[in-house]
DNA sequence: TTGCTAAGCGGACCGACGGTCCGTAAGGTC
DNA sequence: GACCTTACGGACCGTCGGTCCGCTTAGCAA
């Protein structure tokens, strides 16, 4: 009987690296590719990372965690840099949460394709996907800090709700509007939302 | 001889009317009973409405198309009373949005598992749906008349957003919020949105 | 009532997909 | 190199949306 190795953690034996990095990379480029996640099977994300079908599931236990893994690596240099970002004294909280709200729809507007298929493999609610958590827990905290915002919670909602990642297609891909066209009303909504009076030097 | 219906369209044989009526009322119980659409089969609702499941497919075209019309079945009545509504003149378009607003939310609380069904049935966008069209183009033409909004398109957008069937269920089925509390929120989000500014001088 | 016709019915059947299982391969360690 | 643990991979399974086609029956006319 093997006295127990204290490994805190157990180390990831390198072809298990090699294929998990392989998989991911592989889902991404064809959810990128395809525009409807439907279309995208996990035979599909398998033969293309050059792995069996049970390896997939070994790893991401089901679809839905594969797409959560992927976006979880696109998500978390950008969730480093929104942390650093806003732990910046005289960040007005105003400027916090429409820079927030641009960086998350860009982030979607580049993903798109990903962030759909996340939306309908959370089987069957987004809400209960982790990064959905993070950003709305990052949102509501902004909004708690910005005068006049009566409900963060609901009004994170809402707002996290106008750039759903359908919504973004939708406008983009089939109503053509451009990016920047999207970007600029988003902006203009979310100040409407935050009250019409503009960044106040008075608080910070 | 009983004087015969006018044939101006194709009359329905009573066997099919029968059944139409029977996999509609089915479809409507099974989806509102369940929490997730996805534990709804077409099977289940073929044998439940006591017909076979060629009948389903060739009625309602596919699934989407089932859904579809229970919805449509289930809106009309809905559509008819705001139709009315807002012919009256002296409605201002500020209440008006309000009352629209409240008025698809409530419609989405009372059937959320069925409008969920439709949000994930609609492979994969809510937004072709043709119910959607619908409350977007009223509400699109209501905030027109609402002065001080600058993207009636974007903001109609936004604000249906608010109220999506999951985030619906999320809000009240998870998190415990109240339907009567879920209402108040969204009217001050629809409040913040109109502007601090109403017609009248003043900030609110 | 009877006979005719076409609209409608229904369930066996199919292909695709998510997910499982288990015999086999190979990395890590001494 | 021996041994053991971890991981691999693809055959396999159950379910589901959707199709097909032989059978039933409503509706009509004489």
Do not use: A, D, L, N
């Given at each position: 009987m093997a006295p127990r190795a204290e490994r805190t953690e157990r180390t990831e034996r390198a072809d298990a690296q090699r294929n998990r990095e392989a998989v991911l990379a592989a889902a991404d480029a064809l959810f990128a590719a395809s525009?409807?996640?439907?279309?995208?099977?996990m035979d599909d994300i398998a033969a293309a990372a050059g792995v069996g079908k049970g390896t997939l599931f070994r790893r991401f236990g089901d679809r839905a965690g594969l797409i959560a893994a992927v976006i979880t690596s696109r998500l978390e240099p950008l969730q480093r840099a929104v942390r650093e970002v806003q732990e910046?004294?005289?960040?007005a909280p105003r400027q916090q949460v429409l820079d927030l709200l641009d960086t998350a729809l860009t982030f979607k507007i580049e993903n798109r394709n990903l962030m759909s298929a996340a939306e309908d493999a959370?089987?069957?609610?987004?809400?209960?996907a982790g990064h959905y958590g993070w950003w709305h827990e990052t949102l509501r905290a902004a909004l708690d800090r910005?005068?006049?915002?009566?409900d963060p919670d609901f009004t994170a909602h809402a707002l996290l709700a106008a750039i759903r990642a359908d919504l973004v297609t939708h406008l983009i891909d089939?109503?053509?509007?451009s990016p920047d066209g999207l970007r600029s009303a988003l902006a203009a909504h979310v100040a409407d939302v935050l009250g019409g009076s503009p960044p106040e030097p008075g608080r910070s």
């Open positions: 525009s409807s996640p439907h279309s995208v099977s910046q004294t005289g960040y959370g089987i069957s609610s987004p809400y209960r910005v005068p006049g915002v009566h089939e109503r053509q509007m």
